[in-house]
């Protein structure tokens, strides 16, 4: 079965500092895909970066870079120059197993201080 | 461009009353998926399909219907509903390959009393 672990509830960052979210994830395949997803206060679902299982390269979408880590099954994600407008949930999902199901983590609430 | 249309956006019900969730996409997208969103559960699937005709569950799929009759269109039905099911309800959609996002529509919020 696939599993999606993040394990923190909330997370406080100044702005301008680089954060990572963490998210670690479980599944038997081989092949599977990673991605996260912003959710700002509004409620509305935002794709912001996938990674392959296969990829050798960490993914990097503008200020937000995944760092796979494959034989550790984590793949955080890391914003750097942190904005006020980065302030949302953040949730880490995998797609994996019989019909490509994206399952999702519980969810990271990051709070950026300025 | 609609992408994911999801319809009402917010609803309260009754226990026992039933009702649907409707959801379209106008992007010619194979797979489509519900899910649940509660505080501290991130989103839970709660039916999925792969294509016209073609349903399955997921991992809370009880107390609720899915069918899939055109590629368009993937509507939820709540067949008596409960308090438990009180929650915020998202569409989804996607091309189906392993490296394809999900688009989501706005999202349900549905009040069961």
């Known amino acids: 079965a696939q599993k999606i672990t993040q394990t923190q509830p909330g997370m406080f960052v100044q702005e301008k500092e680089a954060v990572t979210l963490d998210c670690t994830y479980d599944?038997?395949?081989?092949?599977?895909?990673l991605f996260w997803y912003k959710q700002p206060s509004s409620g509305e679902m935002i794709f912001l970066i996938y990674?392959?299982?296969?990829?050798?390269q960490n993914a990097t979408e503008g200020r937000y870079s995944l760092n796979f880590q494959k034989a550790r099954k984590s793949a955080n994600l890391v914003i750097s120059a942190s904005q006020l407008g980065d302030s949302a949930m953040y949730f880490c999902a995998m797609r994996a197993g019989v019909g490509n199901k994206l399952v999702f983590g519980a969810g990271t609430i990051l709070r950026v201080k300025s | 461009n609609a992408g994911v249309t999801q319809t009402p956006k917010f609803q309260v019900l009754k226990t026992g009353q039933s009702m649907t969730l409707q959801c379209a996409q106008d992007m010619n997208h194979e797979y489509m998926s519900w899910y649940r969103q509660d505080p501290g559960m991130g989103l839970r699937l709660i039916h999925y399909?792969?294509?016209?005709?073609?349903?399955d569950q997921g991992e809370v799929p009880n107390g609720y219907n899915v069918s899939r009759s055109t590629t368009e269109d993937f509507p939820l039905r709540l067949l008596s509903a409960a308090p438990s099911q009180t929650s915020v309800y998202f569409c989804?959609?996607?091309?189906?390959?392993?490296?394809?996002?999900?688009?989501f529509g706005q999202g349900t919020r549905l009040t069961v009393v």
């Open positions: 989804a959609s996607s091309y189906g390959p392993m490296n394809t996002e999900a688009f």
């Open positions: 599944t038997s395949d081989q092949s599977y895909g």
């Open positions: 399909s792969v294509g016209a005709g073609i349903t």
């Open positions: 990674q392959g299982s296969y990829d050798e």
